[in-house]
């Protein structure tokens, strides 16, 4: 359920600013929040989107996965966050039709790749520091990207609506195991593992 919530508040976030340019009340007040930090400042912050941190944190939610022996969550680790980046730019890009600086923003790509890698690596661990981590890295790359006039604020959100949808959506979930009454406890493991 919170896929489709997700996916639905992706879809109805973008539709007021389709086909235009224009920022609303809440992009120009998020734009206005970050643009005192210098432009060092900005680009640290936007570090986490880049290319290969991305694939990097995807190679390490792929190996997480051989190591625990969960074959299918590796092969998902890889292909889900490509997919989630190919809908992106093959069909929502071109449906919203939203413009910046001569680039198609509506839903942020950098947003798409950063944050179904991360929702990838907190299935895969389902460690609460790395949730933590993952937030923390996501509001840095937000304010840099909105700070370098990359995107607007509800192009991130969008992205961050989008990407986490389509990973919930094709992740398996994880199951119940009976108690153990030696330990006193239930386990959980994920289908196919």
Known sequence: MPAVICGLLALLL???FAGGTTPGAVDTAAAAAV???SPGVLRALVFPTEPYVVLALGLLAVALC???GRRKEAVLALVVPVLA?????WLLKPLYD???NGTLVYP???TVSLVA???VLVLVTRRVLVAVLSAVALLAATAGLVGMGYHYLTDVAGGTLFAAA???LTWPSPRREPADPAQGEHSFTTPGS
């Open 14 to 16: 973008g539709l007021p």
């Open 166 to 168: 389509v990973v919930l």
């Open 117 to 119: 890698v991360l929702t």
């Open 66 to 68: 051989l190591r625990a």
């Open 98 to 100: 939203r413009w910046k």
């Open 85 to 89: 980046i190919l809908l992106t730019s």
């Open 35 to 37: 643009a005192h930090l």
């Open 108 to 110: 942020s790509g950098h």
